[in-house]
């Protein structure tokens, strides 16, 4: 007799404590300064981990069992680890998110280095692996970001590669009032200068807007109230204001949700594949307030440091999903070495 019970994931011991270093560590921005820690600690405080009480194939049913778990877990923690999969690989994990019933979110204008090669899970960042990504909220610079996001891990990196984890709550708590104040009132204006091509480095404009036609890329972000003109050597330069906060669609509580830290150009002055003299517009992006004002050197590293202050970090092993509320839980990712193969669906 067929079991047509749909599996329980229930809630099981994390993994033993460690911790990741942080401060002065290469190629992670603002890592000298003095607000960032020494190192953070694992996520078993923040991020429950959950695993399926029974062996169960690929299909409704463990779609079911996911759903439900994530459907209880994200309002209260913000985020869950689903621990073992019966997962192998990115097809599967697709088949997983397609039968979860989330509307999928493309990455249409978004930032990051990345192959978009499918409509449902993408390379979770095709970065230098010698760069550490500090947490952010995905595409918090587009109004079209995704509320949840899912990662799968197909295969670990050999060393490093842990995913920092952020609730954006308690690092709020640690930025002084006057600082909010002023961006609640000034806002953040990104600015992007984007190649026609794509390189190793930089997601060129053909690939991050679907069309090698200039005149739709302008179109479409005419439509959205962007600025944007064009350099004689086909680059692509826009610029737009967006809050420098949300609401929550559950709670009503006001969340900072930004990427002014991580857009900044300081971060690609601590990049390897990034001479450190440029002038801040000709990097790939840069922020600052609403109205243009450069946004202090100082303060940003201040504002990643606070960041990294509330960040925990989790070891995700083969098979392993890891979703999170973007509105409420940042992530990025470790410097690594060897192969690593994770990938990221983006949903509603």
């Known amino acids: 007799m067929t079991d047509t019970r749909t599996p329980t994931l229930r809630r099981v011991p994390p993994d033993a404590p460690f911790r990741v270093p942080v401060r002065g560590r290469a190629y992670l921005a603002g890592s000298a300064h003095e607000n960032f820690p020494d190192s953070v600690p694992d996520g078993g405080d923040l991020i429950p981990t959950l695993a399926l009480d029974t062996d169960v194939a690929p ?89 949840k996001i899912l990662f799968f891990c197909e295969k670990p990196a050999e060393h490093g590669g842990e995913v920092p984890v952020n609730d954006i709550r308690r690092t709020a708590a640690l930025i002084p009032t006057a600082v909010l104040d002023e961006f609640r009132v000034r806002g953040v204006r990104y600015h992007r200068n984007v190649p026609r091509t794509s390189t190793a480095g930089e997601t060129g404009w053909v690939d991050t807007f679907g069309t090698d036609d200039p005149g739709r890329v302008e179109e479409h972000l005419r439509s959205c109230g962007y600025e944007c003109t064009w350099d004689a050597d086909g680059r692509l330069r826009y610029h737009y204001r967006r809050d420098a906060f949300v609401t929550d669609g559950v709670t009503g509580q006001e969340l900072w949700f930004n990427q002014v830290t991580e857009l900044h150009c300081s971060y690609w002055r601590a990049h390897p594949g990034f001479p450190a003299d440029l002038p801040d517009d000709d990097y790939p992006a840069n922020t600052t307030y609403g109205d243009g004002a450069p946004i202090p050197p100082e303060l940003v590293s201040y504002l990643r440091g606070a960041l990294w202050r509330t960040t925990r970090a989790v070891r995700m092993r083969a098979g392993d999903v890891l979703v999170l509320n973007n509105q409420v839980v940042q992530h990025g990712r470790f410097a690594y070495e060897g192969t690593r193969r994770h990938f990221v669906s983006l949903t509603s």
């Open 59 to 147: 299909g409704p049913r463990l779609c079911a069992a996911v759903r439900d778990a994530v459907d209880e877990q994200l309002p209260t923690y913000g985020g869950v680890l689903l621990r073992g999969m019966p997962l192998t690989d990115r097809t599967g994990f697709e088949a997983l998110v397609a039968g979860l019933g989330y509307d999928l979110v493309g990455y249409r204008g978004g930032i990051a280095v990345r192959r978009n090669d499918s409509e449902v899970a993408l390379h979770a960042s095709d970065e230098d692996a010698r760069v550490t990504l500090s947490p952010h909220h995905e595409m918090a610079y587009l109004p079209g970001y995704p509320r």
